[in-house]
């Protein structure tokens, strides 16, 4: 399962990008590692990640009091700020009303469906862009032809 959520969606010939991405908690030595760390220090108000940050972060920032989340950051931003008002796609209309999601419910479930909805937003401002700048090249080629004939 991890295999095609994770590591074969970002293989260089998946993403067509030369890049290698780590995955250092999935590191068969560092697991094998972590299993034998007894429980108390890496439980203990992060005990193994503050000594090995000891001269890497600042003294005040790696001896600060743990500070859990209160809630989902997504979901927090959504209620103090609202949506993005930059969901102007036409091609939104296929999936939904993008007028409805300023007057969303806070809940957890619309939420996330608006979020969605944003996500999907921004996958066509991507297709456009691709688009546009495809056709950009198209055009500056056919120009460099027609002033070298």
């Known amino acids: 399962m991890w295999q095609s959520l994770v590591f074969e969606t970002l293989e260089p010939s998946y993403t067509r990008v030369p890049l290698e991405v780590r995955h250092p908690f999935v590191d068969v ?3 094998r590692f972590l299993l034998r760390v007894p429980n108390v220090p890496w439980c203990r108000d992060k005990y193994l990640v503050r000594q090995a940050l000891r001269g890497v972060v600042p003294e005040i920032v790696r001896r600060r009091k743990k500070a859990p989340l209160s809630g989902n950051p997504d979901h927090e931003r959504v209620r103090r700020f609202g949506f993005p008002d930059s969901l102007i796609n036409p091609a939104l209309a296929t999936y939904g009303d993008a007028g409805k999601l300023s007057s969303a419910q806070s809940g ?29 090249s198209d055009t500056q080629e056919i120009a460099e032809t027609v002033v070298v004939a």
């Not at 469906?113 to 700048?133: K, M, P, Y």
């Open 108 to 136: 957890a479930a619309s939420v996330e469906t608006g979020l969605r909805f944003v996500a999907l937003n921004h996958w066509f401002e991507g297709i456009q862009q691709d688009r546009l700048s495809q056709r950009r």
């Open 29 to 31: 030595r560092m697991l």
